[in-house]
Every structure is written in structure tokens, then in C-alpha cells.
């Protein structure tokens, strides 16, 4: 096979210029065959800022990364044996360097027999054309772009391929086949036909892989502009089934006695999109993706009305996090943020439709806590409808939420408010030991300051707590 050469212009900062040409420097004075490779040369190409710098050379990697460690000072050295990879680590870019190599694998496992290799063997184990271009760091051609695979032409016309056969490819390593759809979830980007029907033939072999690495690729398909793209792509695939089955069950609509319901698959899609266009926050995204995750669960047909889907922001809450353990997500605040989300979906909606009541909107400031804006974004992307008038109107309707909320905020101070009477007090105050009750008498002081039936103010709780205690017969201590 010939390795085609060519000379593209590309864009260089002073920084990466400067890098590179001490990895050049070195190769010379060590005689090593050196390139650059990767998501670095690929992002060039595209015209993308790319951070990080992939260096191949044909040798010992491990032993060129100690030899070269010297010309970058203000770098550290990591060196992973294992992988015979090193890595210079800088504070806003890596400089990652690798021998060689040609891999061979056992139709068992993902763990290739590793073998030093030709530029060639190790462009040729790598996932996608567009990934296995190289630039040369060596005299005789410097500069010059190395293109076995046409992955130029790939990149021009924006198609993901693999380089060698894609049932060789994905069964090699199968999480090749979301790396292809978080590629193709970049606007104009395409996965090859061919490529995609072996994603379609070879999907079952993403169950060797390790859940770290599945959730990784899914976690960067959701920090996409469009990840509706990503995930219709692995719907499509097959392979969204084997991973996220709760997701496809939101697929499809039912009709009984005339009356139907929307598509909750691609419903959640939108809504996910539609964050995306608000926001970066990738637990938001998550929130999105979960919002109506229990929808088919809860989905009752009651007669004469229609389909129902009662309590699925409850029973969604619960399995978001079966879905997060599985997924090996962070089960800390990320998990209650999304949790939250979940659960308080519905509720800005209730308010728009409504004459609001002040106590509501007291009610919600409370539950949101600092979370409202991010509830607020997840509310207003949740209206999907194709009737734009109507779009317009649930808008304006979530504005004059909005606009509530601001004013009982500056009014109440609601966000982040504790209730002023304590249960130490109450315990206290009748000299009682902790139990049922004190948290009973809690609550309800509370709720009475949330249903504006007293003020939030300490004097009005306390003389409420008089009063809620005497029902159990409770007298304060300095009464007895
Ligand atoms: P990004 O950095 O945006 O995640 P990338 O393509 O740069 O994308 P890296 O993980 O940085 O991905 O890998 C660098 C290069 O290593 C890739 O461009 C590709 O050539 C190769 N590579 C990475 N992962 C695989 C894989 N699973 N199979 C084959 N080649 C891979
Ligand atoms: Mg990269």
C-alpha cells in the first residue's frame, strides 16, 4: 500500500510551533522516524482548535518521551508502561507519545496482542480515516501530510469510515462504533453506510466493554451541540437498546379508542436539544434525558379521557438513580440535581396554567432552592409542540412565571430559607427528647409559613409552635 504525501498550510500557534519543532529537533539529533497523528492533525485539518498534540514514533515511545523530557521544562512526565504511552503534561496542553504499533486481537476480548509496528500498522489499527492521517516531523518530508486511507477526501466530504474492513474494526475494539456516532453527532458529519450497517451487524460486541468507557462516550455525545443526533444514531444502531433500554422504551405512539400520545422517544430528543441551546451544563442534559424516563411505566389509558402518565415525575426521580448506579455516575449532588429536576418538572407548568397564588410560587422558590433557572430552562425546553403560536404562548405563559418568581423572591427570600423555629428549639422549649413529634411540629411550621397562614418571622413561629404543641397536650417548660 502507498502512503500518499501532501503539503496543506495549516494554522500554527506560537506555542504548538515551538513544541513541535523541539519534538523535531529531537528526532533528528536521535535519528527516530517521528509524526504527528490523531485527533491533533485531524482537528487541524477541520480548522478546529485541537489542545492536545499526538505524537507517533517508530521506535520505543516510552524512550523517546525521557529523551525529549529536557527541551520542555515547564512540562511534567507521566509514563504509562503498560500502555507504552508518555505523556508531557503541560497546564493547558498534553503532548502524548507512542511507538508504533501493530495490534492483533482475540475475538474474546478488547486486550490486543501489542507488537512494535510500521507508521503504516499503526495507522491501520487506528478507528476512522479522518483519525489516521499523520504529518511528518522527519527531514525528508517535513511537513508533508501522510494519507493512507484517503481520510483527506473524508474529511472533505465529511464521512466517517473506518480504514480497514469496519467488521475487523468494531470487533477489535467496539466502542469504536460510539466513538463513529459521537463523530457523526457534529453538524454535516455522516457515518459511511457501510460502516454504519457493520455498527448495526457487530453491535452486540459493545457488551465487552467496560461501562467507564461506554458512559465516557456517551457523557461527551450529550456535550454536543445536537446529541439528539448522537443518540438517534445509536436508536438506529441497535446499540441504545443493549446500554440505555429504559430510553427506547419511550419509542413509539399508542392509539386507543382515537386518541394517541406523542412520541416520547423523540419528544425527550427535542427537549434535550432544545437544553442544549440554553445551556452546557451536562447534568441539565442528564435531567433531560430523564425528565419524562418513566412515562412508560406510569402510562394508563383512562376511559373517555386518554392516556395518562400520573406520578412519572415521582417514579422517574427513583429510577434516575438505578440509571446513574448502573452508568456509574456520580451518585453525589449531580445525582440529586438531576433527582430534582425530575421530580419538580412539572410543576412551573402547573403555575403557568393557573391563577398563582403567592404561596405556590413560595412553594417552588423553596423546593428549587438555586436550582430554579436551571428548572425554569428544563420547563421552557419542555414545550415541543409543532404549532408555533402555541410555543409562543407557553413561553410568554413561563415569562409571567418568571416574572412572579422574581418578585416573591425580593419579596420572601425563599431560595435558600430555613424555617426560623428549629427543632432544638422545639425541644427546647418543652423539654422534650428528640422524637416523632418534634419533627411533626417542624413541618408544620413550615408549611404554615409556605401557606402564608403566618409570617415568616420568629415570634409568629414560636407562638405557632405554642399552639400545635398544646394539641398533644405539650406545655413550655417555664409553664409546668
Ligand atoms: P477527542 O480527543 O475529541 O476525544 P480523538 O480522536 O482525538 O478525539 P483521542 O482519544 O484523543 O481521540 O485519541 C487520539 C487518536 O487515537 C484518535 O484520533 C485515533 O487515531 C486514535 N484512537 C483513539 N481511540 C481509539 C480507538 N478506540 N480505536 C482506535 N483508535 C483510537
Ligand atoms: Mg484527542
Wanted: charged share 30%; net charge neutral.
Amino acid at each position: 500500500m502507498t502512503i500518499k504525501k501532501q503539503l496543506i498550510q495549516l494554522p500554527v500557534s506560537d506555542d504548538e510551533g515551538k513544541s513541535i519543532s523541539i519534538i523535531a529537533h529531537f528526532a533528528k539529533e536521535l535519528n527516530i522516524e517521528t509524526y504527528l497523528v490523531g485527533g491533533h492533525v485531524r482537528d487541524k485539518i477541520l480548522g478546529r482548535v485541537s489542545k492536545d498534540i499526538d505524537v507517533v514514533v517508530v521506535g520505543n515511545g516510552i524512550e523517546f518521551a525521557e529523551k525529549i523530557a529536557p527541551g520542555f521544562p515547564e512540562c511534567s512526565l507521566a509514563v504509562y508502561k503498560n500502555f507504552g504511552t508518555a505523556l508531557l503534561k503541560r497546564n493547558d496542553f498534553d503532548i502524548e507519545i507512542v511507538g508504533a504499533r501493530k495490534e492483533s486481537y482475540r475475538s474474546d476480548s478488547r486486550k490486543p496482542i501489542v507488537e512494535n509496528g510500521s507508521l503504516l500498522d499503526d495507522l491501520s489499527r487506528r478507528d476512522f480515516t479522518m483519525n489516521a492521517l499523520a504529518i511528518s516531523l522527519n527531514e525528508s518530508d517535513y511537513g508533508m501530510v501522510l494519507d493512507a486511507f484517503n481520510g483527506l477526501k473524508d474529511i472533505e466530504i465529511k464521512t466517517i469510515r473506518t480504514p480497514l474492513d469496519p467488521d475487523v474494526t468494531f470487533s477489535d475494539d467496539p466502542l469504536r462504533m460510539m466513538r463513529a456516532i459521537r463523530f457523526a453527532t457534529q453538524p454535516n458529519f455522516r457515518i459511511h453506510p457501510q460502516t454504519f450497517s457493520s455498527i448495526q451487524k457487530n453491535k452486540g460486541r459493545i457488551s465487552i466493554i467496560s461501562q467507564e468507557r461506554i458512559s465516557d462516550e456517551l457523557n461527551k455525545i450529550l456535550q454536543c451541540t445536537k446529541p439528539s443526533i448522537g443518540f438517534d444514531l445509536l436508536f438506529k444502531s441497535g446499540i441504545l437498546e443493549i446500554i440505555f433500554p429504559e430510553f427506547v422504551k419511550l419509542y413509539g405512539v399508542e392509539l386507543l379508542e382515537g386518541k394517541g400520545h406523542k412520541d416520547n422517544f423523540y419528544h425527550t430528543l427535542q427537549v434535550l436539544d432544545n437544553v442544549c441551546d440554553r445551556s452546557n451544563d451536562l447534568w441539565l442534559r442528564w435531567a433531560a434525558v430523564m425528565h419524562d424516563i418513566a412515562k412508560p411505566d406510569t402510562k394508563r389509558f383512562e376511559k373517555g379521557k386518554g392516556w395518562t402518565f400520573h406520578g412519572h415525575e415521582v417514579v422517574g426521580a427513583r429510577k434516575a438513580e438505578r440509571i446513574f448506579r448502573r452508568f456509574h455516575l456520580p451518585l453525589n449532588e449531580k445525582l440529586k440535581f438531576v433527582q430534582k429536576m425530575v421530580l419538580l418538572h412539572l410543576r412551573p407548568i402547573v403555575l403557568s396554567k393557573e391563577q398563582v397564588t403567592d404561596s405556590a410560587i413560595r412553594r417552588l422558590l423553596f423546593d428549587a432552592g438555586d436550582d430554579i433557572e436551571s428548572l425554569m430552562m428544563l420547563c421552557e425546553s419542555d414545550i415541543t409542540s409543532k404549532n408555533e403560536n402555541k410555543v409562543k404562548r407557553y413561553l410568554e405563559n413561563f415569562n409571567l412565571v418568571r416574572e412572579k418568581l422574581k418578585e416573591v423572591e425580593e419579596k420572601d427570600k425563599m431560595r435558600n430559607w430555613q424555617p426560623p423555629i428549629t427543632g432544638e428549639i422545639i425541644m427546647k422549649t418543652f423539654g422534650k427528647p428528640p422524637s416523632k413529634e418534634i419533627g411533626i411540629i417542624k413541618d408544620a411550621v413550615r408549611e404554615a409559613i409556605l401557606d402564608g397562614v403566618i409570617k415568616n418571622n420568629f415570634e409568629d413561629s414560636f407562638n405557632f409552635i405554642l399552639i400545635e404543641a398544646k394539641k398533644s397536650n405539650w406545655l413550655p417548660v417555664n409553664e409546668k
